[in-house]
């Protein structure tokens, strides 16, 4: 069977109201997607598939009041909590490290990838990765990278705005998301996680701030151990240790250096299609880039693209072009002093 095939049956058991053979159909379309690589289609259908067996016991009509009717409410702001809910593309290849911190990464995968054996020797998971470094330098994409790599899903959770909204359900709904993360097997991404410490100090609501700093060291201590938590912080030093105590990996993200650099460059013009129109001069450049994110180094590699190809007199008919690494210095040099200001 093709995948037109798939589609056709469940239109027709979906149309004939046949939950079991549509239920069945979408099975086997999940594991055709699978053997046919594509595989963050079959993850997202796993995960309609999980949702909806959920939903089931609370979507017929519900009495105000009732049991079922909770459990609604209770839905809606769990999904206000979440940010996004992601599959991802990215593999090991798309990211530029140094090697401490590609060895620490291949290892928490594997690690994941070979659950099954850690278990037969009844070893324990290492599932808490914390990942803290200055801004631009991969965390964000690390997270992704991993999510990509393990072909899971990733709840997205910015704890910085969930701080900063509605305090006085935070920590039961902190406790929801990583039930829902631990039932449909997904990847829990807390960016900002550094907001924890922040608001402890400062906030006039200070009781609740610790119940959810509790709550999260609770919930961090029971993490089942095929769950994965992943926090991200621009300042580790926000984080007390009984925070980071609990984490059982900790890598740091630090800027990229000349060798880094050259390979950031190569991954940006990996297609081919643009060269330097003077690789000496190019060179020279990438040294200078030294003490830049690599966020900001990409960004200015792109517009220095772009405007290269706008300066051509019919960029429509070309498929390749020059950079000009003239352009590209300038906004190297606009980057640096934006950032000495
Ligand atoms: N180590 C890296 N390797 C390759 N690209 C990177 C790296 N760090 C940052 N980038 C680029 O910059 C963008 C933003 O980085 P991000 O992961 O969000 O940084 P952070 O979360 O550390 O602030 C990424 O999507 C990617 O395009
Ligand atoms: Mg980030």
Request: proline content about 1%; glycine content about 4%; charged content about 25%.
């Amino acid at each position: 069977m093709g995948q037109l095939d798939y589609i056709k049956d469940i239109a027709k058991f979906g149309l004939e109201n046949d939950q079991n053979r549509l239920l069945s159909v979408v099975n086997d379309l999940i594991e055709y997607s699978k053997k046919t690589k594509k595989v963050n289609f079959a993850i997202q259908l796993q995960s309609i598939i999980k949702e909806s067996i959920q939903h089931q016991s609370t979507n017929s009509l519900t009495k105000v009041g009732s049991e079922n009717y909770y459990n609604r409410i209770e839905d809606k702001e769990v999904s206000d909590l979440i940010l996004e809910k992601i599959t991802s593309d990215y593999r090991l290849e798309n990211i530029v490290a140094d090697q401490e911190i590609m060895t620490n990464l291949v290892a928490f995968i594997e690690e994941h990838r070979k659950i099954e054996v850690l278990r037969r020797f009844d070893l324990p998971v290492a599932n808490k990765l914390l990942l803290h470094g200055q801004s631009g330098c991969g965390k964000t994409l690390a997270s992704y990278v991993v999510a990509g790599e393990l072909h899971k899903m990733m709840i997205v959770i910015n704890i910085g705005a969930i701080v900063s909204s509605k305090l006085g359900e935070t920590s039961k709904n902190l406790a929801k998301i990583f039930r829902k993360a631990a039932i449909e097997d997904c990847i829990i991404f807390l960016d900002e996680f550094d907001s924890l410490g922040k608001v402890r100090d400062y906030s006039q609501d200070h009781g609740e701030m610790k119940r959810v700093v509790n709550t999260i060291l609770q919930l961090f201590d029971y993490l089942p151990q095929s769950s994965i938590v992943i926090a991200a912080t621009n300042q580790r030093d926000m984080l007390d240790d009984a925070l980071l105590r609990r984490f059982d990996n900790i890598i740091e993200f630090s800027l990229p250096g000349e060798k880094e650099i050259k390979a950031l460059i190569d991954l940006t013009l990996k297609n081919g299609r643009f060269v330097f129109d003077n690789k000496t001069s190019a060179n020279k450049i990438a040294k200078e880039a030294q003490g830049l994110s690599y966020y900001s180094i990409q960004k200015t590699l792109i517009t220095a693209i772009k405007r290269s190809i706008f300066a051509l007199e019919t960029p429509e008919n070309m498929l390749s072009a020059k950079i000009s690494t003239a352009i590209w210095k300038q906004l190297i040099e606009m980057e640096k002093k934006a950032l000495a200001r």
